[in-house]
């Protein structure tokens, strides 16, 4: 059996030999990469092999279709266009509204939540137990209290610290919760855990990043954003400057049969199945998640506080019986829950058939055949972009064919993984050669670092977190998925792509009149090669030669690192 001793002599003994490892790589990559997957697996082997639970016991639920009664659902029909308007001739027309704002974005899910008469389904890459997360979950007990059923579905990853507030969730009637691809180790930090389950890696690896919200099958949420402080503006060292789309109509349907794909999948597990050796029982599980909850104030931004695009609180517009939608064309994509699987569009009934191999999976598909139709504009932003093959190619062809490619990401200075960063980088050259423009985030030297000056995130640093893409100021892309191969070959996302000028013009708009003069602009230094970055301020065109705010040390840690790991994993 092992202690927390003997772990944290196995963590001791383990960090210095990565890093000599890794110094090694710079000269002998190949050589260096073998022994490091060498040395974690001794590492594993000598810490034991955990295993998963044989013989789980999963009742299989599906989402409700005879809702049509609810208030929600009422609410969304009247949202939807007029029976006698030329969009609801059209097939399989949406509602859509974008979600700029962190705290609309935060209050959209709140307000859903508490109007729900029926059912309540969440799935995320994480639920963090910050003030965001703890909320959150308390508007889940308190929906399932009032005879909602309410199914949670959380990446593994990241909840080993949350089983106190996922257990409290999990021990009232009427909520289930499961976690998706379980480590086979729940005890320790991330480190450890990840560690410790190296002997299944090729399964540890493809994690659940889907973001969805749906409230009785009549209003869904779906997006970039995950569940913590960071997301909504509540963080005062860091907060992300995301999207979110809200839907109604045909589209949540097809976002319901995704989320009971994963949620009757063979890699979503009951928490209690995977817990129970140290979950507590149902009375003090509730008594302590109580306690966990209480005291939380519900932050509303004002009803007269328009977003970054002109419009009020979705809270406020739930209370008057009709929602502020765009009538669109909506397209829903989703990953398979299954590795070796990816599943077609999901138009009601989630289609899977099996991948072509090293076919990446159906989300970063349709964005690449959506990048090959474009003829005057491509405009992608991504927080990590590490392109493959056929992404350059899908861009080039853009390019080509005589449409502005231009490609926006964080810088170095406001990213939070300098490794994929160091992947990205790679490839500035060609894709500038390519005639793509390449801008990166500036940390914020204004005081708004989000889409909007009303926004509460003033005061801390802006990092990209947005996954879209507009193409011809008509189609949009807007999900979970980065531009990066971990995303295409590893993880599984869920997007949307949209077709509608109104909306793709306003977001298009958005980027270039909000993000991009805070961006520098990356271009190659004329006659000497080389790269250089631009920017303005205080009405003069600034310019440097090297990766901005960054010494020496930095760059050589993360461009050591990155000689090690394979792009398929940034």
């Not at 059209?90 to 704002?101: E, Q, T, Y």
């Not at 963090?128 to 959380?154: M, T």
């Not at 909506?330 to 099996?354: I, S, T, W, Y």
């Not at 070959?489 to 869920?494: A, D, I, M, S, Y």
Request: with cysteine.
């Amino acid at each position: 059996m092992n202690t927390p001793q003997s772990l944290a002599a196995l963590r001791a003994a383990w960090e210095p030999l990565a890093c000599r490892l890794c110094i090694l790589a710079l000269h002998h990559v190949a050589l260096a990469r073998w022994l490091c997957a060498a040395a974690m697996l001794a590492v594993s082997l000598l810490a034991g092999c955990a295993a998963l639970p044989n013989e789980v016991p999963r009742v299989a639920s599906h989402a409700r279709t005879d809702l049509g009664d609810s208030p929600l659902a009422r609410i969304a029909a009247a949202s939807l266009p007029a029976a006698d308007s030329a969009m609801s001739a059209m097939p399989d027309v949406s509602g859509v509204r974008l979600l700029p704002g962190g705290d609309q974005a935060f209050d959209a899910r709140i307000a859903l939540a508490q109007a729900a008469q029926h059912t309540l389904d969440a799935q995320y890459y994480v639920v963090a137990p910050d003030s965001a997360g703890r909320q959150f979950l308390r508007e889940l007990r308190d929906a399932a209290q009032r005879g909602v059923r309410v199914r949670l579905l959380v990446d593994d990853l990241y909840t080993g610290g949350d089983d106190e507030m996922l257990a409290g969730l999990a021990a009232h009637a009427n909520v289930e919760v499961r976690v998706f691809n379980p480590l086979p180790v729940r005890s320790g930090g991330l480190r450890t855990r990840v560690l410790l389950s190296l002997h299944e890696i090729g399964r540890v690896n493809r994690r659940m990043h889907n973001k969805l919200f749906i409230a009785d099958n009549s209003f869904a949420i779906t997006g970039g954003r995950n569940i913590a402080d960071e997301y909504f503006g509540r963080s005062k060292p860091a907060n992300f400057i995301d999207m979110d789309a809200l839907l109604a109509g045909p589209a949540v349907h097809a976002l319901s049969a995704s989320f009971d794909a994963f949620w009757n999948g063979p890699l979503s597990y009951p928490f209690e199945a995977i817990a129970a050796d140290s979950a507590p029982a149902a009375a003090p599980a509730r008594e302590r998640f109580a306690a966990l909850v209480r005291d939380l104030a519900r932050f509303m931004p004002p009803a007269d506080e328009p977003d970054a695009l002109g419009r009020g609180p979705v809270g406020a517009q739930l209370a008057q019986g009709r929602v502020a939608l765009v009538p669109a064309q909506v397209r829903v994509v989703a990953d398979a829950a299954v590795p070796g699987r990816f599943a077609d569009d999901a138009g009601g009934n989630v289609e899977e058939a099996a991948a072509p191999q090293g076919r990446e999976g159906a989300v970063m598909a349709a964005n690449l055949d959506l990048f090959r139709t474009a003829r005057s504009e491509v405009l992608v932003v991504s927080p990590y972009f590490v392109p493959m093959p056929r992404m350059i190619e899908a861009l080039s062809h853009a390019s080509h064919e005589g449409a502005r490619v231009s490609l926006m990401t964080n810088s170095l200075a406001t990213t939070d993984e300098p490794l994929v960063h160091y992947g990205y980088a790679r490839y500035r050259s060609a894709l500038l050669q390519m005639g793509a423009m390449l801008y990166e985030l500036m940390p914020a030297s204004e005081a708004h670092p989000a889409w909007s000056d009303t926004e509460s995130s003033r005061g801390s640093l802006g990092r990209l977190h947005a996954k879209l893409a507009v193409v011809d100021r008509r189609w949009f892309y807007v999900g979970s998925m980065n531009m990066d191969r971990r995303s295409a070959h590893c993880n599984t996302e869920l997007g949307l792509i949209v077709d509608s000028p109104a909306l793709a013009g306003e977001l298009a708009d958005l980027i270039q009149r909000v993000r991009m003069p805070a961006s520098f602009t990356v271009s190659e230094v004329p006659l000497r090669g080389g790269l250089q970055w631009s920017f303005l301020r205080d009405g003069r065109r600034w310019v440097l030669n090297r990766e901005p705010e960054s010494n020496w040390a930095q760059r050589l840690r993360w461009s050591v690192l990155s000689l090690v790991v394979d792009e398929d994993f940034l």
